[in-house]
Nanobody
């Protein structure tokens, strides 16, 4: 069974930094896309950033220039380094991955349970 386990959320002051981590665990053939979405109360879930296995990245407009996504393919882990945090960055951050369960199956989408990030003013 595939799981995405997130860590690194918490409370930080405005202007501060935070690093989120997410590791894919379980039995699977390969991991393609890994990334982060976030959802604040009353808002739709939005893309923060994602990264392909070969390293190409994509950032949401709200964090562009303030965040860096990276991954360690050997550890099936994705990292999100966020800086210059603002109160409007407060949200639950969800890890996301597209994972090929076996060599003979198509990719499936997986989500983590979410980790709370709160930025105080």
């Amino acid at each position: 069974q595939v799981q995405l386990v997130e860590s690194g959320g918490g409370l930080v002051q405005a202007g501060g930094s935070l690093r989120l981590s997410c590791t894919a665990s379980g039995s699977f053939f390969s991991v393609d896309l890994m990334g982060w979405y976030r959802q604040a109360p009353g808002n739709q879930r939005e893309l923060v950033a994602d990264i392909r296995a070969r390293g190409s990245t994509n950032y949401g407009d709200s964090v562009k220039g303030r965040s860096t996504i990276s991954r360690d393919n050997a550890k099936n882990t994705v990292y999100l380094q966020m800086s210059s945090l603002k109160p409007e960055d407060t949200a639950v951050y969800y890890c996301y991955a597209t994972i090929q369960p076996t060599k003979w199956q198509h990719n499936d989408d997986y989500w983590g349970e979410g980790t709370q990030v709160t930025v105080s003013s």
